[in-house]
Nanobody, 119 residues
Framework: QVQLVESGGGLVQAGGSLRLSCAAS????????MGWYRQAPGKQREMVAT???????NYAGSVKGRFTISKDNAKNTVYMQMNSLKPEDTAVYYC?????????????WGQGIQVTVSS
């Protein structure tokens, strides 16, 4: 019912930058949170950054000061600027949306995009 289309991933050298984008479309109800998660080989999926409908943000400790999440409400799009990238940032990154549909919430996920940071 909700489509999340991610873009901006790729291969970069350590110390470089990337900007991820995620555009939401479809039957979207009241959005509570949009954010980014990632999963590296052999590890569980983890929260990287989130932003709420009131613009409160939360970051994983490993990315604080390097990543910045933002959103454009008119476009239902969330962004994540990633600076000073490290090899340990290498992972598949997933866009996430949480919205309210009646008495419960719904989670939507993007297809995932690869970010690879070389040494």
């Amino acid at each position: 019912q909700v489509q999340l289309v991610e873009s901006g991933g790729g291969l970069v050298q350590a110390g470089g930058s990337l900007r991820l984008s995620c555009a939401a479309s479809g039957n979207i109800f009241s959005i509570n949170v949009m954010g980014w998660y990632r999963q590296a080989p052999g590890k569980q999926r983890e929260m990287v950054a989130t932003i709420t409908n009131t613009l409160s943000t939360n970051y994983a400790g490993s990315v604080k000061g390097r990543f910045t999440i933002s959103k454009d409400n008119a476009k239902n799009t969330v962004y994540m600027q990633m600076n000073s990238l490290k090899p340990e940032d290498t992972a598949v990154y997933y866009c996430n949306l949480l919205d309210d549909i009646g008495p419960h919430s719904r989670q939507s996920w993007g297809q995932g995009i690869q970010v690879t940071v070389s040494s």
